[in-house]
């Protein structure tokens, strides 16, 4: 793996228009293939977890699993409603829904208890799933209702309407993340490089990445199916990452051609910067990738897309460094430079002002620099004691959709129908009339129960064995008040009902089940795959450096980094202080998803400057340098490149908190404090304040293979 970069550099460049040629030919092959046989996306089945999960497999077992139904919704414009107008409305309603061939069946209009709607329930045909992409037909058909009966308003909701409203949202918000984050990123090119052709690289092989990782995400989706993320981790990580390692690389090679004078080819400066930065870059598309696939060990269908995203784009992102990329600096390298010759500019190697301020306090008083950097990062943590995970319903959706908008209509009118439970039975069919007492008994003890309203709804298989009973929740599944109905319900009634025949099997789900079910099993998973995390980052540190010391020190500021930026998390979205500096409306809680995907990407990325600086670091002591001015001149080195990568990093990332669903925008402003800690507290201050007090020990057990200098002059930070 050592001679690898070189290698592949040293055929790229020799060949450079093969080299072009095939990485286009390979990226319409990847996307081209990937279209053709099309991706897998994830079933109901998957997304199956916990008690809920087994509950939903039963019913399904029996044919009573969930439909994907919508709720057409008959109100007043202002005033109360005429039922005879309403009634009109609702027929013609049911009229049209019954002609379209998407609808398995059409309920009877329901007149709300206050008289102030008219609701008509369409079950759809096909999974729940399914539903979203059959629904247009019936919206259209519900605005055709509504432009026959102007007075009144005639509007639709459901899970299927929902969740098209959120994908289409999702995929605006997206759309104008790009039109920020590739214009900054290009600027920020443009002033590292000072020149338009090199500044482009970077984007064009990050671009020419994702569209190649979404044609192979295609493919692994049929072993991993996708539960509909994996297309914005592609982007997400994609952008961030393959503008990083081309950056890393394309930096090295200026840096080299500066040192050289001109007295070396192109062919010879690519090669030079493949033996060190290509050498990099291969090692943090490999942690990234481990990183990512500890994912795997959440046993979750949205994970498994994560993980299959973040790998298949990281590795694409390694490829098109070591192979198109020195064929791309061999073409431009000379033409800039010979565009440049009349307005010379040398590479910096000691780092900007900014950065030589903040080196050397460290620099001076390591010990001091690194306690109350420490604390700090430790301060910024502390809110994370206080965290909250839940899964986001349905109620934390914008309210920019209009689907929402009628759920919370439908919602004031309907109570009843803000949640349900279901319970699951499974028994010998010779036992069937005993399951229905007892279930008859349960939902008699059910109607005592402050928590619950409505009536019951009792339903058998055609064969007997699966009952399944309804229990309405007049509570969003967010509340207190629902989440203590799911306690009393499997705790108490289930247990004292059915849960005490003999031979029978039972489960509880339902809206609130699969909400608070979901958060349990992360947390039960979450101790495993950080262990597993701590483990791969550990491994790929000893493996890049042999050293098990840095090794160590790896993991210890990796913690430190994500604790801290999970704790601003918490201090900044589980309270209402920053809703309209960030335009959000606080649940008082974190994305059940975020901390296990806060941890294990950024792990990943924080390799890619972790390897970055200390391969520098290392180099210089390998040539003979004492580790401490080692230390200083490869921390200074480094910085600008860097600091120019974490740039763009946190631009991509910082563009996703305007999003307007709450999970992404979680996610985006923890990636991006998190990239903005680790390069600047971390990997400036900590970072070299512990390698300075830990000087030669730094790289035990190996051997440095020239002998430190025996009395080295200060360093200018320790003296300027």
């Known amino acids: 793996m050592r001679d690898l970069p070189v290698r592949a550099a040293r055929w790229s460049a020799g060949h450079p228009w093969r080299a072009i040629a095939g990485w286009f030919l390979f990226v319409a092959l990847c996307f081209g293939i990937g279209m053709t046989v099309g991706g897998n996306a994830a079933t109901t089945e998957d997304f199956r977890i916990g008690e809920a999960g087994r509950a939903e497999a039963m019913a399904a077992e029996g ?44 309920g009877a209009p329901v007149r709300s208890a206050d008289g102030s709607a008219v609701r008509v329930d369409v079950t759809m045909k096909g999974p729940e799933l399914d539903g979203k992409k059959h629904v247009e037909p019936l919206r259209a058909r519900t605005a055709q209702v509504q432009a026959v009966h102007p007075g009144i308003r005639v509007e639709e909701t459901g899970s299927p309407s929902i969740s098209e409203g959120v994908e289409k949202l999702r995929s605006d918000d ?53 539960s509909g993320v ?66 795997y060990l959440a046993d979750d269908v949205i994970f498994s897309s994560i993980a299959t995203g973040a790998i298949v784009v990281s590795l694409v992102a390694v490829v098109s460094s070591l192979t198109v990329l020195p064929a791309l600096l061999a073409k431009l390298g000379d033409r800039a430079e010979r565009r440049r010759a009349g307005r010379p500019r040398r590479e910096r190697s000691g780092g900007g002002r900014i950065t030589v301020a903040m080196l050397r306090p460290t620099a001076r008083h390591p010990a001091a620099t690194l306690a109350v950097s420490a604390l700090v990062m430790l301060g910024l943590a502390a809110p994370l004691l206080s965290l909250d995970l839940t899964d986001m319903g349905r109620e934390t959706h914008p309210r920019d959709i209009p689907a929402m908008q009628a759920y919370d209509r439908l919602n004031a009118a309907y109570p009843e129908l803000k949640a349900m439970h279901q319970v ?85 789900t339902g809206d609130v089940a699969r909400y608070a079910d979901y958060p349990e099993h992360q947390k039960g998973k979450l101790p495993f795959i950080i262990a ?100 200083l001149d490869g921390i200074g080195g480094s910085a600008g490149v860097v600091t120019s990568a974490a740039f763009v990093m946190v631009t991509v990332f910082a563009s996703f908190v305007p999003l307007h669903i709450m999970e992404m925008k979680q996610m985006g402003f923890a990636l991006a404090v998190a990239v903005l800690l680790d390069a600047v507290v971390i990997r400036i201050m900590i970072l070299p304040a512990l390698m300075l007090l830990l000087g030669e020990r730094c790289w035990w057990p190996s051997r440095r293979t020239v002998p430190a200098t025996p009395a080295a002059a200060p360093h200018p930070l320790e003296v300027g």
């Not at 040192?259 to 400066?269: E, H, N, Q």
């Not at 701590?534 to 450096?545: E, G, K, Q, R």
């Open 63 to 106: 044919g009573l699993g969930r439909r994907p139904v919508e709720r057409v919704l008959i109100t007043a414009r202002t005033g109360a409603l005429d039922p005879a107008t309403a009634d009109g409305a609702a027929r013609d309603v049911t009229a049209r829904m019954k002609a379209l061939p998407e609808v398995e069946s059409v």
């Open 532 to 631: 597993a995390l701590l483990l791969v980052t550990f491994a790929m540190t000893v493996w890049a450096f042999r050293s098990v010391v840095l090794g160590l020190v790896g993991v210890v500021l990796n913690l430190l980094s994500a604790a801290a930026s999970l704790g601003l998390l918490v201090l900044v979205f589980q309270n209402t202080w920053a809703e309209g500096l960030l335009d959000f409306t606080s649940t008082g809680s974190i994305g059940s998803r975020v901390p296990l995907f806060l941890f294990v990407i950024l792990f990943g990325l924080s390799m890619d400057y972790q390897v970055f600086v200390i391969s520098r670091i290392r180099e210089k002591v390998l040539d003979g340098m004492p580790t401490r001015q080692a230390v």
């Open 424 to 508: 699951v039975v499974r028994a010998d069919p010779a036992r069937s009339g005993d399951v229905a007492a007892a279930l008859d008994d349960l939902a008699g003890r059910a109607k005592n129960d402050p928590n619950l309203a409505g009536l019951a709804e009792l339903r058998t298989s055609p064969d007997r064995r699966i009952s399944l009973l309804e229990l309405p929740v007049p509570h969003h599944v967010s509340t207190d008040q629902a989440r203590t109905s799911l306690e009393a319900l499997r705790e108490r009634h289930v247990p004292a009902t059915v849960g005490a025949l003999d031979g029978a099997e039972t489960a509880v």
């Open 174 to 226: 997206l759309a104008r993340t790009e039109m920020i984050a590739l214009p900054v990123t290009l600027v920020t090119l443009l002033l590292v490089f000072g020149s338009i052709a090199l500044a482009v690289v970077p984007l064009l092989l990050a671009l020419t990445s994702i569209v190649a990782a979404v044609g192979l995400s295609m493919l692994a989706s049929h072993a991993f199916p996708d």
């Open 230 to 295: 994996g297309t914005n981790v592609i982007l997400l990580i994609g952008l961030a990452v393959g503008v990083d390692y081309t950056l890393f690389y394309l930096k090295r090679e200026r840096e080299e051609r500066a040192r050289s004078g001109g007295r070396l080819s192109s062919r010879a400066v690519v090669e030079l910067a493949a033996a060190t930065s290509g050498r990099a870059v291969v090692l943090s598309g490999l942690a990234v990738a481990a990183s990512s696939a500890t994912l």
